[in-house]
Structure formats: structure tokens, C-alpha cells
């Protein structure tokens, strides 16, 4: 593994998974899912989104940022579930809390090219993520696009903490494979990225 990439499998077992996703489920209702275009050129991206906490991650054509509102409905992002808040307070190693939760919904062929998460100011803080449904092949390298790069295969109810040299490690989502798990009715995963974004 890399240096501060911390991996925690079945963290949340079967009934705290569906308890999570009813959650969810209430949640996506007040803040839909919507689908981000990247910058400039305004591509969809494969992945649904919607965003728990103060601050939500948005890609449309004038760019990426956090903001406190959803930019469909324009109301606040619901507060992040207490379950989430634990598992940051259990597993982040850090004082405060998060203020962003992503939530990415990728169904059936979705998929996320490598990228680095910089958006934040803060990158002392490290970024936690929770997997729910079908199990994702996740591909992490360097710091540097290029490089060595190795697979981790992510299942529902795992927790990845990436702190340290990892935080701007190259990141992505190769595939997720269909008719892993029986989570979601009907199919597909969901990941939950903890953030902070200000600075202390
Ligand atoms: C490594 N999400 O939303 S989570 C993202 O499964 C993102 O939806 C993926 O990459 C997903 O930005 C991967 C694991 C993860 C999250 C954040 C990271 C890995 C990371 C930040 C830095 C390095
Ligand atoms: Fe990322």
C-alpha cells in the first residue's frame, strides 16, 4: 500500500448499510441527484451526485467548487447522517469535523477517470470514503499522473482513509461490477466522500 492510504473492510455491517441507505434514500429526496459537466467543455460525467453537510462539491462549465447550496433546487444540502460522523470521528484521525459530504451514485457502467481531489484548502485534513452496493475497482498511483499505479477492489460497508501523502495521490474508478451485492434493489454502488474543505 501507500503511505497514508489506510483501508478498513466491513465497517458498517448489513443492517447499518441499509440503515445508511434509507438515509440516503430521504436525503436525495430534499437534494436530487444531479449530473455534473466538467469545466469548459461541459461533458457529462458518468457518475449521479448530490452532497450532505455545509459545504457541497459542484462541477459545471464555470468550473469546480464548494458550495453551501444545491444548484438545481438552490436550498442548503441536508446535514450529514450521525452514522457518517461517526465513522469520521472512529476512523479521520483529525479534530474537526468534516464539512462535505459527495455522495456519487454510479450505476451500471459509470465510471471515474483519475483525478487528484484539490479543491479543499485544507490538505492536512484527510478524505474518508464509505462504499455502499456493488463492489468498485478503485485505481490509486503517485502524486504524479503517469506513474505506478495499483488496484484496490472497494465493497459495500468499507471505509478508505486517505491522509498524508496519499491526499493528492491520482485516484479513480476503473468499473464497478454489476451483481456484487444486494444492497441496492436495483443495483449499482454509492460512495460517500468525507471533506473537510476550510482551513482551521
Ligand atoms: C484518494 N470518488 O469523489 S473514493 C471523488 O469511489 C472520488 O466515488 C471515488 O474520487 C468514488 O473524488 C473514490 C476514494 C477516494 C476518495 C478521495 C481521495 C480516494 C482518494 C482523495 C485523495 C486520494
Ligand atoms: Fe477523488
Same mark, same amino acid.
Not at 449521479?48 to 455545509?54: E, I, K, Q
Not at 468550473?63 to 458550495?67: E, S
Not at 495521490?169 to 468499473?175: E, L, S, T, Y
Given at each position: 500500500m501507500f503511505e497514508g492510504i489506510n483501508y478498513h473492510p466491513n465497517v458498517l455491517d448489513r443492517p447499518a448499510q441499509a440503515a445508511l441507505v434509507e438515509a440516503l434514500r430521504i436525503a436525495v429526496q430534499a437534494a436530487p441527484l444531479f449530473t455534473p459537466v466538467m469545466p469548459r467543455t461541459g461533458r457529462p460525467f458518468s457518475v %449521479?451526485?448530490?452532497? #450532505? *453537510?455545509?459545504l457541497g462539491w459542484v462541477s459545471d462549465k464555470a468550473? /469546480? %467548487? /464548494? $458550495?453551501p +447550496? +444545491?444548484?438545481e433546487t438552490g436550498q442548503p444540502w441536508p446535514a450529514m447522517p450521525d452514522v457518517v460522523l461517526d465513522i469520521w470521528q472512529r476512523f479521520a484521525n483529525y479534530p474537526r469535523l468534516p464539512e462535505a459530504c459527495l455522495v456519487n451514485f454510479y450505476q451500471q457502467g459509470a465510471k471515474m477517470g483519475l483525478h487528484q481531489d484539490r479543491d479543499e484548502e485544507d490538505f492536512a485534513a484527510p478524505v474518508l470514503?464509505?462504499?455502499l452496493g456493488d463492489t468498485a475497482v478503485f485505481r490509486f498511483g503517485g502524486t504524479t499522473r *503517469? *506513474?505506478?499505479? $495499483?488496484? #484496490?477492489k472497494l465493497s459495500s460497508g468499507d471505509v478508505l482513509v486517505m491522509g498524508g501523502a496519499s491526499r493528492l495521490?491520482? +485516484? *479513480?474508478?476503473? %468499473?464497478v461490477l454489476s451483481g456484487t451485492s444486494t444492497l441496492l434493489k436495483e443495483g449499482g454502488r454509492i460512495n460517500l466522500t468525507l471533506r473537510r474543505v476550510t482551513m482551521p
Open positions: %449521479r451526485m448530490t452532497n #450532505l *453537510g455545509s468550473g /469546480y %467548487r /464548494y $458550495q +447550496h +444545491h444548484p470514503s464509505v462504499s *503517469g *506513474g505506478k499505479t $495499483q488496484t #484496490l495521490c491520482f +485516484h *479513480g474508478i476503473d %468499473r
